[in-house]
C-alpha cells in the first residue's frame, strides 16, 4: 500500500491489519471486532483474513475484556482491544487503572504491558446517552498509561503503529465523528515521534491547541479569523500523556496568546493542565491568560442539545476575540 | 512404597465423605452447611478411602508425605515470623495465612513449573511451594516496594490486592496458553469474599467461552474481614460453577492429600483440554484479616477452636505418626530448620534497606514519558538544594 487517500476508520483498519501481518503475537479483542468487522467497521475483514484465535469476539464484559488482556501481554501476547463506546470504559477502569497502568511499575520493569485500548471517543454523531463522551484526562491523570488521538487518517494509521509497537499501555481515543473523513495515507513514510505535537497551520496573533476531533474545527476557526484579519497558529497536539509542553510553549512564545480547545468538560480537562503549566512557563510572553473552550459541568446531553454543548466555530471564535481583546 | 488407606472403620460423619453434587437438600444448599466434601485424611488422622481421588495420589509416598509436611510447617513457622516482625514494627502490616496451609501447599505442590500462578495477597505457601524466597514476599508489607520478586522467574504472579482482579489475568494467561499449544495450566487463587466481585463473575464466563486452561481456586475461609460468607452466597460457593459450564468440587481445605488430588485432577483437565474448574477448598482463616483488625469484634472464640481441632498440620502429624512414617528425629529436624528460617527472615528483614528516594519515578512507563522525566529532574533540584545549604554553611 503506497500513498493512498481513505477515512480514518479505514487508516486504522488498514494500520491493524499491517500489525497483525507483521507480529503475530498482536490480537484485537473486543465485542463485535469479528465477523461484523465492529459497530464502526474499523475491524472490517479482518477476523475473515486471520482467524478467530486472533481477532476474537469476546464476551459482553469490559472489565473482563481487559483483565484478559492484561493476562496475554504477561503470556507475552500485545493484544488491541476495543471498547465499543467511550461511556462503556468505566467497567474496564478498574482494570485499567489498578493493573494494567501499574503493573511494569510494581514488578520493578520485570513485566511489560503492551496493550492498546481502543475507544471511540466524543460527540457529535447524534447518539443516545453513554455513547458521546470525552473520558480522556480520567485517563491522562494516572500515571503508567499513555494517552493519545489522532485527528486524520494519517496519524491514525502511524499513531497505531507506534502505539502497537510501544510497551507501554495505550489508551487510544479515536474521534469517532472524523471515521469518515478522508485523508492521505503513505505506509512507506517514516513517521515522527507519537508524542509529539504538530503545528497544522502557523499563525502569528494566537495559537489554538486541540487533539482529536477538534483540530478540523480549529482549522474552520482559523480560516473565519483569517477572514477578519486574524493570524491563528493550530498545533494539534496528538498525545495526551505525555503533552508536549515544549510545542505548546515554543507556539506560544510566538503568538503569546493560546486558547485550548477539546470536547470534554473544562473542569479539570486537558486544558486545566495545560493553561497552568504554560502560565509557569510563558509568564512572561504571555498577553492574555490561557482561555479554555470545552464541554459543561453537566451529563452529556441529548443529542437535540448537543450542539449547543459542543464547543463549535463561534464559541471558539468568541474565545479567540475575548483572548485578542487583553 | 505407595499411601494405603489405613481407616479400618467407616469415617465419622463429620469426618464428611466424597462430593456427590446433585443429591443436596434445600438445607445442605446453605452457604454454612456442614459441608460434603473431599476429604482423604480425617482431622484425627486416619486416611479415608476415595474412589474417585486415591487415583490422584497414588504415587505419593511417605518422603513426600513429610515433605508435605514440611512445607507446611515452614509455612506456618515464616507466618508467625513475618505476624511477629509487624509487631515489631518491621513491617507494616501482615496478612496471615494461619490455617490455610494445606489449602495452599496441596494445591501448590501439584503445579508443574511451567504451569503459572495467580495469587491474592495471602498465598504465601503456594510462594513457598513456587521456590519464591519467603523474604522476597515481605518486601511489600514493609513498604520497600509494591512486588519483590519477578513474576516469570518462578511462574508466580505478584500479589494482587484489588479483590478478584488477578482471576481475569490468569484466564487471560491460560488463553495464551491454548494459543501456544502448551500444556501447561495456570491456577487462579480468589477467596469467598472475591467470588462476588465482578471480575470473578467474568474470569468464570471468558474461562468457559474459551475453555481455558485454568483452575480456580477458591479458598472458603469463612470469613471476609468481617463478612461471614452468607453475606456473599446463598448457595455453597463450588455450585457457582454449575451455571457457567464446568464443573466445581469442594475439598476439605485442611487436609492436604486431597488438596493436593483435587488440584491435580483439576489440572489433569485443564491439560487435557477439559477447560476450567473450580475448587472450593473449605478452611479456616485461624488468624485475623490482617495484622490490622480484630476478629474478636465479629466471631466467637468456640469457632475457632473448632476449626482448631481440624488443623491442617495436626492431622498429618497425626498420620504420619500412625502409620510410622515419620520418626521422632524428624520432627526435632524439622523444628531446628524451623527455627532457622524464622531467624534467617527475621534478619533479612531488619536488613532491608529503604529504596532509593528516585526510586518513585523508576519503572513508571517501560518507554518513558517527558512528565516523569522533568518531575524526576526537579525532584533532584530539590534534594540538591539541601546539599547546596548545608555545603554553604
Known amino acids: 500500500m503506497a500513498a493512498e487517500k481513505m477515512a480514518l476508520a479505514k487508516a486504522i483498519n488498514e494500520s491493524l491489519r499491517r500489525a497483525l501481518e507483521t507480529d503475530p503475537k498482536v490480537l484485537i479483542m473486543g465485542e463485535d471486532v469479528g465477523k461484523l468487522g465492529g459497530v464502526f467497521r474499523v475491524t472490517d475483514g479482518l477476523q475473515k483474513d486471520f482467524g478467530e484465535s486472533r481477532v476474537i469476539d469476546t464476551p459482553l464484559a469490559e472489565s473482563g475484556i481487559v483483565g484478559t488482556a492484561i493476562g496475554l501481554a504477561l503470556r507475552g501476547y500485545r493484544p488491541v482491544v476495543e471498547i465499543q463506546f467511550d461511556g462503556f470504559v468505566f467497567p474496564a477502569y478498574d482494570q485499567i487503572v489498578t493493573q494494567l497502568a501499574k503493573m511494569h511499575a510494581r514488578s520493578l520493569g520485570k513485566v511489560k504491558m503492551p496493550v492498546v485500548v481502543r475507544i471511540p471517543y466524543g460527540g457529535g454523531i447524534g447518539a443516545v446517552e453513554h455513547h458521546s463522551e470525552s473520558p480522556e484526562s480520567l485517563f491522562a491523570h494516572v500515571s503508567g498509561l499513555k494517552v493519545v488521538s489522532p485527528s486524520n487518517a494519517s496519524d491514525a494509521y502511524w499513531m497505531m503503529q507506534q502505539a502497537i509497537q510501544s510497551d507501554d499501555p495505550v489508551i487510544f481515543f479515536e474521534p469517532k465523528r472524523r471515521y469518515w473523513d478522508k485523508g492521505e495515507v503513505n505506509a512507506e513514510a517514516i513517521p515522527g515521534p507519537l508524542h509529539k505535537a504538530r503545528v497544522v497551520r502557523t499563525g502569528t496573533d494566537l495559537t489554538l491547541a486541540a487533539y482529536g476531533p477538534m483540530v478540523k474545527l480549529c482549522q474552520e476557526v482559523a480560516d473565519a479569523a483569517a477572514e477578519e484579519g486574524k493570524s491563528l497558529e493550530i498545533l494539534d497536539l496528538r498525545s495526551i500523556s505525555p503533552l508536549d509542553f515544549d510545542a505548546i510553549q515554543a507556539s506560544v512564545e510566538r503568538t503569546r496568546r493560546l486558547v485550548v480547545v477539546h470536547e470534554a468538560p473544562v473542569f479539570f480537562g486537558s486544558g486545566a493542565e495545560i493553561a497552568a503549566r504554560i502560565t509557569e512557563r510563558c509568564f512572561y510572553h504571555l498577553e492574555a491568560p490561557v482561555l479554555r473552550v470545552g464541554g459543561y459541568h453537566a451529563p452529556y446531553p441529548p443529542a437535540r442539545l448537543e450542539d449547543e454543548y459542543l464547543p463549535g466555530l463561534d464559541r471558539v471564535l468568541d474565545a479567540v476575540d475575548r483572548a485578542l481583546a487583553y | ?393
Not at chain 2, 88 to 97: I, T, Y
Not at chain 2, 102 to 111: F, T
Not at chain 2, 334 to 348: H, Q, Y
Not at chain 2, 361 to 381: C, I, K, P, S, T
Request: charged content about 25%.
Open chain 2, 1 to 393: 512404597m505407595t499411601v494405603e488407606s489405613t481407616a479400618a472403620r467407616k469415617p465419622r460423619r463429620s469426618a464428611g465423605a466424597k462430593s456427590t453434587a446433585g443429591k443436596r437438600t434445600t438445607a445442605k444448599n446453605a452457604p454454612n452447611a456442614e459441608p460434603e466434601l473431599v476429604q482423604l485424611l480425617t482431622p484425627e488422622g486416619e486416611r479415608v478411602k476415595s474412589t474417585e481421588y486415591d487415583k490422584y495420589v497414588v504415587g505419593v509416598t511417605p518422603e513426600d508425605l513429610r515433605g508435605l509436611y514440611r512445607d507446611m510447617v515452614l509455612t506456618r513457622r515464616f507466618d508467625a515470623e513475618a505476624t511477629a516482625l509487624q509487631r515489631q514494627g518491621e513491617l507494616g502490616l501482615w496478612a496471615s495465612l494461619l490455617g490455610q496451609e494445606a489449602a495452599q501447599i496441596g494445591s501448590g505442590r501439584a503445579l508443574r513449573d511451567d504451569d503459572y500462578v495467580f495469587p491474592t495477597y495471602r498465598e504465601h505457601g503456594v510462594a513457598w511451594c513456587r521456590g519464591v524466597d519467603p523474604t522476597n514476599l515481605l518486601g511489600m508489607f514493609r513498604g520497600v516496594n509494591n512486588g519483590g520478586w519477578d513474576p516469570n522467574g518462578n511462574n508466580f504472579h505478584l500479589y494482587t490486592i484489588v479483590i478478584g482482579s488477578q482471576t481475569l489475568h490468569a484466564t487471560g494467561y491460560a488463553m495464551g496458553i491454548t494459543k501456544d499449544g502448551a500444556d501447561s495450566a495456570v491456577i487462579a487463587y480468589f477467596g469467598d469474599g472475591a467470588s462476588s466481585q465482578g471480575d470473578v463473575a467474568e474470569s468464570f464466563t471468558f474461562s468457559a467461552v474459551y475453555n481455558a486452561p485454568v483452575v480456580f481456586f477458591c479458598q472458603n475461609n469463612q470469613w471476609a474481614i468481617s463478612e461471614p460468607t452468607e453475606k456473599q452466597t446463598r448457595v455453597p460457593l463450588y455450585q457457582r460453577a454449575q451455571g457457567f459450564g464446568f464443573p466445581g468440587v469442594r475439598v476439605d481445605g485442611n487436609d492436604v492429600l486431597a488438596c493436593l488430588a483435587v488440584t491435580r485432577w483439576a489440572l489433569e483437565r485443564a491439560r487435557s483440554g477439559e477447560g476450567p474448574t473450580l475448587v472450593e477448598a473449605y478452611t479456616y482463616r485461624m488468624g485475623a484479616h490482617t495484622t490490622s483488625d480484630d476478629p474478636t469484634k465479629y466471631r466467637a472464640d468456640e469457632e475457632r477452636e473448632a476449626w482448631e481441632a481440624k488443623d491442617p498440620i495436626l492431622r498429618l502429624r497425626r498420620y504420619l505418626e500412625v502409620s510410622n512414617h515419620a520418626d521422632e528425629g524428624f520432627f526435632a529436624e524439622l523444628e531446628t530448620e524451623s527455627e532457622a528460617l524464622g531467624k534467617r527472615v527475621r534478619e533479612a528483614v531488619r536488613a532491608m534497606p529503604d529504596p532509593d528516594h528516585f526510586a518513585i519515578f523508576e519503572n513508571v512507563y517501560a518507554d518513558g514519558h517527558a512528565l516523569v522525566d522533568e518531575e524526576r529532574a526537579q525532584f533532584a533540584a530539590y534534594q540538591a538544594s539541601f546539599a547546596d545549604a548545608e555545603g554553604g554553611k
